[in-house]
């Protein structure tokens, strides 16, 4: 009994040790490695800054429910991570609705696997990382230059057309553009909270600008002290 005791513990022992490892194993394979960028509060307002509206009724064959100028607001309220996904709620309100009052609840899911990318205004960060890993999964009517998403489209109405989805370095969609096939823009949507245009790149030559700038400044007042 004793001996047959010993057999069972050992058979419970190995069924939990390989339950452990295939565990491990999978919450291993769910770890891409790529996360959130933005916080609870962030405030985002778009505003259409082009439009055509003679283009935009030929190609997509409807009226926008949009004029230039509009704006629409958005406030990110709740951020949570699920097992696959990263999930959003934010408070929204469309174009021509009143911001004095409560806007729309909407719950957004961004998934850790890229291949589940949805045309979502949301990325997930390392930003250039998670879209080429993204546009390996898309079929070829997609590609990716910098921080943008690119996709050669056909209307209902069998006009071509191409959309680009850029984003800034936090993930969160910057510009939306829609351009014909002769490369005129039918509709252009930006952040207003788009501080920095050119991007990190930017950002490095700015501070190296400065800190040249100080050094001269300071080089220039020792040689005036020291000339005295």
């Not at 769910?30 to 009724?57: A, C, H, K, M, P």
């Not at 006009?159 to 096939?181: C, F, M, N, P, Q």
Request: glycine share 6%.
């Amino acid at each position: 009994m004793k001996q047959k005791h010993k057999i069972i513990c050992s058979i419970v022992l190995l069924n939990f040790f390989i339950f452990s490892t295939c565990l491990n194993l999978n919450t291993k394979a769910q770890d891409y490695g790529y996360s959130v960028s933005f916080n609870e509060g962030t405030e985002l307002i778009w505003e259409i800054t082009e439009l055509d509206l003679t283009r935009f009724r030929e190609i997509f064959g409807f009226d926008p429910n949009f004029e230039l100028g509009d704006q629409n607001r958005m406030i990110i309220r709740e951020i949570s991570e699920a097992t696959i996904s990263y999930v959003i709620r934010i408070e929204f309100w469309d174009y021509k609705t009143d911001w004095g009052l409560s806007g729309k609840d909407i719950t957004l899911h961004i998934f850790k696997n890229p291949e589940l990318y949805e045309e979502s205004i949301f990325c997930l960060t390392p930003l250039e990382d998670y879209l080429t890993e993204v546009v390996g999964f898309l079929p070829s009517e997609y590609y990716r230059d910098g921080f943008s998403i690119f996709k050669q489209a056909v209307s209902d109405t069998g006009k071509d057309y191409l959309w680009e989805k850029e984003y800034d370095t936090r993930g969160i969609l910057a510009v939306e553009t829609y351009s014909d096939e002769s490369d005129q823009v039918i509709i252009k949507l930006e952040g207003t909270f788009r501080i920095i245009p050119f991007g990190t790149h930017f950002i490095g030559f700015s501070i190296v600008a400065i800190v040249a700038i100080i050094f001269i400044s300071l080089k220039k007042k020792l040689i005036k002290t020291t000339s005295f």
